[in-house]
């Protein structure tokens, strides 16, 4: 199967869509699919390029098997819409960012990434930054369900 390249993107870059990568890098591996995806971080804020993401996101992500040390915070920018097959966007501020900067012939990449989970009770994955340390556990549910959509979708077709 050819190579699917999926771009997730964040206020940050160092909170959900680093956390977004880990776990769907995670749950390919896991299904067998390593070399046929992808996946890159990135966005739309420029406070934390080239840091590593937040501790508490790697120390969560760790704790579920991914380890997220190594990324390091970077901006979308508009080569991200040709290089891409998939742009998933952690909420819908971001994805008003994308859809702005997106080439016409590209906006069809862009996606709520919870857009992948069926008969989810939210449409954004929130942001934990300023919260309690409770908030990446929710985010990494939320995330390892977009990672199986994001799976089933491939694996189905639909993307
Ligand atoms: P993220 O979280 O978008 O999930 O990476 C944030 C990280 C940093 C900031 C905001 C959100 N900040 O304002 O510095």
Redesign the pocket.
Known sequence: MAVFRVLFV?????????MAEGVLRNEAAKAGATDTFEIESA?T?S??IGNPP?PRAQAAALERGADISALRGRLVDEEDFERFDLIAA?DRANYAVLKRMAPKDQVHKLRLAMSFVDGARVDEVP????GEGAGFEHVLDLLGDVAQGILAARREGRI
Do not use: A, Q, T
């Open positions: 964040c206020l940050g870059n160092i909170c959900r869509s680093p966005g804020g406070w934390h937040d952690m942001d934990p930054y300023f």
